[in-house]
């Protein structure tokens, strides 16, 4: 017995060591600070800091950092977990937390196809405009003699995807792995609106340009409170699991923030090109990418 609660001591310290350089509750710790979800060490001593004050006077005990819990890493028991050291709920610790986000910066991907990246780094990432799409679809159309069909056709072919929920909108995600894994058709080819008006034909979106993934740091303060909010439940959850299993590995997450606003070029700070995709639109067969580099790259 006295074996176990040593070890438990033991993770304690560990978990609060690296917290220890950190003002205990204050929400100025996330003030101008960048978090990238898939490096923990990015915003585990500061939430460990934040969170310390929220907790009962036996909380760490209570949470027995270092001891495995047989939980999945998107298994929402964690809140429940974190919840029975908490002096209050889930809920309260989520709203003040993303409150203090507002001032905190996220590192958020988005993925698209282009000759040249630099042109992000220039001018910026703008929101969906439909006539501008438009009327690129239209020189696409003109530029393949194999589309010749659709270009009869095109009207009709703009009608019948009449989705028009992306008008105005920007879509950035917390982590390039739920991207790289289950949406890489972003990447493959281009716009999804034009893919999705150009049906089978849209093959020829891979004749130009290649898979890119753009490095984007948000400020949280364009963000909704209630994204933030839900954002602030993740990150608590996966804060709790850290603690708890002391993993390696961090856990992938499936986090879209929608964005109505242009991103300026000073948020957008790099970009990569795989050179393998999963196709979800080709039943994940792999695309592998010919065209490597783009002409920022090149340059």
């Not at 609060?16 to 003030?31: C, I, K, N, T, Y």
């Not at 105005?168 to 949406?183: E, I, K, M, N, W």
């Not at 439940?233 to 242009?262: G, H």
């Amino acid at each position: 017995m006295s074996g176990k609660r040593r070890s438990v001591s033991i993770a304690i310290e560990n978990l609060l060591e690296p917290a220890q350089h950190f003002p205990s509750g204050d929400d100025g710790v996330w003030r101008n600070h960048r978090l990238i979800w898939k490096q923990p060490a990015s915003w585990a001593p500061q939430l460990t800091a934040w969170l310390t004050p929220g907790f009962r006077s036996d909380g760490l005990r209570r949470l027995k950092p270092g001891i495995f819990r047989d939980l999945g890493w998107d298994d929402s028991d964690w809140s429940r977990v974190l919840e029975k050291c908490l002096t209050a709920d889930i809920a309260y610790h989520a709203d003040k937390l993303a409150e203090a986000f507002e001032h905190a910066i996220v590192r958020t991907y988005h993925g698209c196809r282009t000759t040249d990246a630099g042109i992000y780094h220039r001018e910026g990432l703008r929101t969906h405009d439909r006539a501008l799409m438009t009327e690129r679809l239209r020189n696409i159309v003109e530029a393949y003699p194999e589309l010749q069909y659709v270009k009869a056709r095109l009207p009709e072919a703009i009608a019948a995807i009449d989705s028009r929920l992306d008008i105005g909108r920007l879509y950035v995600v917390a982590d390039d792995q739920s991207l790289l894994r289950h949406a890489a058709h972003y990447m493959i080819y281009g716009s999804e609106w034009i893919s999705a008006v150009l049906g089978f034909h849209r093959h020829v979106l891979k004749k130009t340009g290649t898979p890119t993934l753009l490095q984007i740091d948000l400020p949280l303060a364009t963000v909704d409170s209630a994204t933030r909010n839900e954002f602030a439940v993740k990150i608590l959850r996966e804060w709790t699991r850290l603690a708890c299993n002391q993993p390696d590995w961090s856990a992938p997450i499936d986090f879209t923030f929608t964005l109505r606003t242009n991103i300026p070029p000073a948020w957008i700070v790099g970009h990569s090109h795989p050179k393998e995709l999963a196709d979800p639109l080709e039943r994940y067969s792999v695309y592998r990418v010919s065209t490597p580099e783009c002409l920022q790259c090149q340059a």
